[in-house]
């Protein structure tokens, strides 16, 4: 009995060590329990807070300082501006819409060279005697969209140089968000072209149609934009069959040209050329003072400039400034606010 006694304390004694040494053996048990637990208590990363047009801070750091209007002038028996509450409005919204990462693209049709966009389901013939959706944009140089419900016939028709955010890749078609219209389309592929994932949007061109001014400005750190230039400046009129306004929008510089070769109207023979041309939508392009045949000699300045709509969809400037536009703007990463 003792002897059984003493197999019963030692079976104890055995098991109570051994318990002992799993425990010491272990030390880093307690801790990885602990790193789970501070883990899942993590916070969700927050997202950036939207900048508003307030906070938007302008400076003038001119490069360009010929023809400088002030932010108010005279003109004739009233005064015009610079519309800076709009222009902050557009700086946030470009600010804002990059904030997080995004694939960016154009929508392209010059000259249709892309293919004539189909018929939409509803359209008119305008004052040029050409087709043209409901809300008034031309099929000739546009990009069909489509519902994202229907990809059989398109619903309205987009702008040539139209800055979008790329969603998603298709076989025929990829989704697309315009900047300046909104919501989600379905484009066919050949109409968009998709820019490299780095492109990063810190210079803006600003075209008032209502006051015939230009500025352009260089964002210098987050809400703070430099303006480089404030000139007068001549956008497209309305007078069919041939001059047209400036299209509003948000477009991206899209090409450059030293000498942009112009017709006469209703013709094949050429009327002469315009300066530092860049374009943006359509046939609309930001140059100098055209000269007209025979004349070759570039015209620096008109008095026209900054008066009333007078071109055919460009926006005429002075040369010198259609030229530092020519050189300080980059292809594809340069945005074009054109406003009222």
């Not at 570039?298 to 460009?314: A, V």
Request: glycine share 4%.
């Amino acid at each position: 009995m003792k002897q059984t006694a003493h197999i019963y304390l030692f079976s104890l004694l055995f098991l109570f060590c051994a318990c002992n040494r799993e425990n010491k053996t272990n030390p880093l048990q307690p801790e990885t329990v602990a790193v789970a637990d501070s883990l899942e208590q993590t916070p969700p990363e927050e997202k950036p807070k939207a900048i508003s047009a307030e906070q938007i801070e302008i400076v003038k750091d001119l490069l360009y300082d010929k023809y400088t209007l002030e932010d108010t002038y005279p003109y004739k028996d009233t005064t015009r501006s610079f519309q800076w509450d709009k222009i902050k409005e557009r700086l946030a919204l470009l600010e804002n819409i990059q904030q997080e990462p995004s694939r960016w693209g154009i929508l392209q049709n010059y000259k249709n060279r892309n293919g004539e966009a189909p018929l939409v389901r509803h359209y008119k013939r305008n004052a040029y005697k050409r087709i043209a959706d409901t809300l008034g944009i031309e099929r000739y140089q546009s990009v069909p969209l489509y519902l994202l419900t229907d990809t059989l016939v398109p619903e309205r028709y987009g702008e040539d140089g139209s800055l979008v955010r790329f969603l998603a890749d298709g076989e025929k078609f990829v989704k697309v968000s315009p900047i300046y219209i909104g919501e989600e389309w379905y484009v066919p592929k050949k109409y968009v072209k998709v820019l490299p994932d780095t492109t990063r949007f810190t210079k803006a061109i600003m075209i008032d149609r209502r006051d015939q001014n230009i500025a352009t400005l260089e964002q210098t750190g987050e809400a703070r934009w430099a303006v480089r230039s404030m000139n007068p400046a001549t956008t497209g009129r309305h007078r069919p069959p041939y001059a047209q306004e400036t299209p509003l929008g948000i477009f991206v510089l899209q090409e450059k040209k030293a000498r942009m070769i112009f017709l006469k109207d209703g013709s094949t023979t050429t009327g002469g050329f315009a300066p530092y041309a860049s374009r943006f939508s359509d046939g609309g392009y930001i140059h100098g003072v055209p000269v007209n045949e025979p004349r070759k000699a570039l015209i620096e300045y008109s008095p026209s400039l900054g008066t009333t709509p007078r071109s055919h969809m460009c926006v005429r400037n002075a040369t010198s400034h259609s030229k530092f536009i020519f050189d300080w703007a980059p292809v594809n990463e340069t945005i074009i606010f054109v406003l009222e």
